[in-house]
């Protein structure tokens, strides 16, 4: 009888080999087209290699807890020529454990064919595909001082997709035709810098903070913290407290911070600065109201002194100065989290005591984050942890 | 008038034999049998006692010919078939093509090698040698693929002072015609632009520069306009031309008739690349015979060669990427 | 080339005879003492490549060159150190290839025995044995067409170049054209380590002339008068237009390939006969015996000899090695058709 190897499949893009966990059949056995066979892990989920047809197991030759490429051999069904005929299937002869790579077609004088070991790489082999730049191409970006990200807008006609240096030389003709302005320096460095921020996975989360205990500490307070001087305190102590969150992911190391420094961002002109302030774990919140002032101010008149700015690992944004209840900032490209304010606003809060709402001062706190550091859930409890110190202001 | 790439040759040396005392024709059957392929036709005739026969010799033939050179004379020597110049390899590259360098002496041979395949000549009467040649430090190696060009190229390649091989396409002897031969002529070393073009360029040399200029005119109608450069000459390759015409289209395509290892074709790319890396926007490539000695059958020998389909298909793809 | 040493030269054939002979006896010790000079250096490291001599066929070789007129072509191979010197190539020629100075002949692209000059009429060899010969017939082709009549052109090889086939199809087409060529086989009795039983099956290389078509003389190559005596002949015959003559003369290689070559596998059974006597002992016995040398007289020329050596390798020691970076690395003779590779 005709024999159809089992073959380890393509379980999805970038999968290239999986781990035999369990055989849901044996030798013998008598199975159906798509039946489970057997149970392999994947690094991404558990899956199972099913029948490619009716028939008989003749045999598994794939080991328990072994790993097997895709497209190896796992086993061999005996079945019918009809089945084949049906299926269209390939017929396997005296095909030998391990031997992955040589799938001989039986009544075809033995024809030898070498076949790759993984069929169907999703990673091409060649130039090809949307991002491919041609050297040339790559040339007349440097020429023009453009990076990739100025071609997004670009409808490539080259094979798949791919931008051409003619395609190119059409969109910046066309550009010519249209008013321009230059842009300013800062335009240009916060433009180069959130390209780079934007090459990782950035996440957000957020969640409403009340403010009352915030307000309330102000009142009495002198000199009086702004609320997102607030959150930046909150967020140093939580860093004190786990710094992981703010860690860098360098290849395959996690990069501790060293100091818990926060910046915080300062619109100015046609950008956005960031001072810093150093140490913010280590000084108490009203310690930190006059430097912070100080601060915004020569921000604001771009006179920062060049010690002040830089070196941060983590930021805060009061996007709430513009009204603004959400946003989505962007983190800087060398830090893992951007916490950000939002306007406050009077809302209903419901009080479980009372049974009815109440109004309360309320502003959504979001974390925006480098997701290759840190999953939701990571951030979900640094956000909570800033909510709470938050709301004993007195204790920051 | 109109005269044949053939008759073109002969022309030429007819010429040179008028014009230079110090010129002579040398090889098998170029007599009064006026050569295999009738390149000497009646030369023998019109300048008595300077177009001679020689042995089946053809170490010996070009030594002569080295020691005529040595001695102030202009030889011409007409190798039978390309192929059976290996026969004389040893006197071409080791002798003619070191005698400057070693001794400051020139050696102004012109070594005329009818080459390239005709339907149903078979694997020795057939053979590009071009590449083998113009590996050698010391010769230069010539490539016309137009009636004006044989005639030009090989007047000037007598009048060079260093050993010339002159390719002459066999199958191009009685194809090309032209009206008149030219009364002046791009230098030898400048390659010509045979056709202008916008989207890629073609590098060809000899006969496949016919091949490609018709696969340039079945994509026209597709709106595709393709460039060919005729190299003329294989060592020295004006590469200044070559790189500008890719400059001019992003795109290279490079078809030889020889076979794939190494070779013009080779050559071209790799100069593109390393000297024009940022001219290219897609990669280049290079169309050559199949990697087997030339076949005799005509099915054979048709699919053996780039022909104007092979081209207009690669170009096609090149094109499309 | 003739010099007369005696006395002014007269009609007299025994005069000519015997200042031909003692001229080619200086040169044949001039090139035994170069020889040993080149092999000396060799040994201490002094010469970079192959050193090759050609102790033992001084006599064939000096007899050649010393009888060549000026005008005429020679194609001297390996071991015609003799031969040159008498053509007119200079000891400095010789020490300046060996030692590898910019002023040389070759200007160091090529060296050792590898040294000439075309316009000369001496051609610097290429290795490939055979090859010279119709180089030769090529410049005395040439002189037909240019109408010079009256030279004559000797091409010199060894027993192993004869089976080649650039030797038959040099020697052929000279036959066929009649040129006159004068080709001296050195049988020397060795191509290397190849003994002539493995080189050629005919019992006579002279046998081969007939195959040709061409006339042949065989010579005692250790003897001076006999080459003086054969070689004179088919000058003669060559310059009146018989056509190719074929000179092979037996003798014994009496050093190696190479100088690193100890040449174990010759007989010494030949080094022993009379095909092993040294050519130049032979020489020296004849003018002695003759009282046309006497042994103060020999030292003398010897002295000479030795110092004019000595001078000329002092002089091509002292002189620059070629410099690559100044050098035009160019091929071909037309500048403007030589490819200039950027090169880093």
Known sequence: ?396 | MSLTYLEAIREAQARALRDDPRVFIYGQDVGVFGGAHKATKNLAKEFPGRVLDSPISEDAIMGLAVGAAIEGMRPIVEMQFADFSTVGFNQIVNQAATLFWRTNVPCPVTVRLPFGGTSGSGPFHSQCMETVYAHYPGLIVLTPATVEDAYSMLLEAVAINDPVIFCEHKFLYYHLKAEKLPSEALPVGKARIAREGRDMTIVAYSAMVHEALEAAKELAPEGWEVEVVDLRSVKPIDTDTVMASVARTGRLLCVGEAWPWGGVTAEIIARVVSEGYGLLDAPPQRLNAKDTPVPYHPNLWMAHRPTHHAITAAARNLLRK | MLQSVLEPSTAENATLFHETYLAAYRFMLTARLLDDKFAALGRSGRIHGGVFLGRGQEALSAAAGVLLKPGDVFAPLIRDAAGRLAFGETILDAARTYLGSARGPMRGRDGNVHRGRPQEGYLPMISHLGAMISVVNGILFARRFKKISGTIGVASVGDGATSTGAFHEALNQAAVEKLPLVLIVANNQYAYSTPVSRQFACHDLADKAAGYGVEADSVDGTDLNACLETIGRAMTRARAGHGPQLVVATLLRLCGHGEHDPADYVDPKLKNSSLGRDCLKVAEEFLLDRKRLDVAQRGTIREEIIREIEAAIAQAQREPAPDPFSEEWRAIATKHLSETHEES
């Not at chain 1, 489970?36 to 028939?55: F, Q, R, W």
């Not at chain 1, 335009?187 to 180069?192: E, G, K, L, S, T």
């Not at chain 1, 513009?322 to 939002?342: D, K, R, Y």
Request: proline letters at 8%; glycine letters at 10%; aromatic letters at 4%.
């Open chain 1, 1 to 396: 009888m005709p024999a159809i190897p089992i073959i380890m499949p393509q379980l999805g893009e970038s999968i290239a080999e999986a781990n035999i966990i369990g055989f849901l059949v044996k030798p013998g056995d008598v199975v159906e087209a798509g039946q489970d066979l057997i149970e392999v892990e994947t690094n991404k989920a558990n899956m199972t290699v099913t029948s490619p047809c009716g028939g008989q197991i003749e045999k598994l030759t794939a080991q328990l807890n072994e790993s097997y490429p895709v497209g190896a051999a796992l086993g061999q069904i005996a079945t019918t020529n009809e089945e084949i005929a049906r299926l269209g299937l390939e017929v396997s002869t005296a095909a030998k454990p391990g031997d992955t790579d040589r799938v001989a077609k039986a009544g075809n004088g033995g024809q030898n064919r070498v076949r790759p070991t993984v069929r169907g790489l999703p990673v091409p082999a060649n130039a090809a595909g949307a991002s491919y730049l041609s050297p040339r191409l790559k040339a007349r970006m440097t020429e023009m001082g453009l990076s990739a990200a100025d071609l997004a807008g670009v409808a490539g006609s080259g094979a798949a997709g791919r931008v051409t240096v003619e395609d190119f030389e059409k969109f910046i003709a066309q550009l010519e035709k249209q008013k321009m302005s230059q842009a300013s320096t800062m335009r240009v460095a916060v433009a180069d810098a959130m390209r780079r921020s934007w090459t990782r996975p950035i996440a957000h989360v957020g969640m409403p903070v009340c403010l009352d205990p915030l307000f309330a500490y102000r009142k009495v307070t002198r000199p009086k913290p702004g609320p997102a001087l607030c959150a930046l305190r909150a967020l140093a102590v939580a860093l004190a407290e786990n710094s992981a969150p703010a860690g860098r992911l360098v290849g395959s190391k996690i990069v501790h911070p060293s100091a818990i420094d926060i910046g915080f961002a300062v619109e100015a002109e046609d950008g956005v600065l960031v001072p810093v302030l150093r140490n913010a774990d280590k000084r108490p919140l009203k310690d930190l109201v006059a430097p912070y002032n100080e601060l915004v101010e020569l921000a604001r008149q771009r006179k920062l002194p060049p010690d002040v700015t830089g070196g941060s690992i983590a930021t805060v944004t009061n996007f709430g100065t513009f009204g603004l209840e959400w946003a989505t900032p962007i983190p800087l490209p060398e830090q893992t989290l951007v916490l950000g304010m939002g306007a406050a606003r009077h809302a209903p809060n419901w009080d479980s005591v009372k049974g009815q709402f109440v109004p309360i001062m309320e502003a959504n706190l979001t974390l925006s984050f480098d997701h290759r550091v840190l999953d939701g859930g990571a951030a979900g409890r640094l956000l909570q942890r800033v909510a709470a110190l938050m709301s004993k202001p007195d204790t920051l």
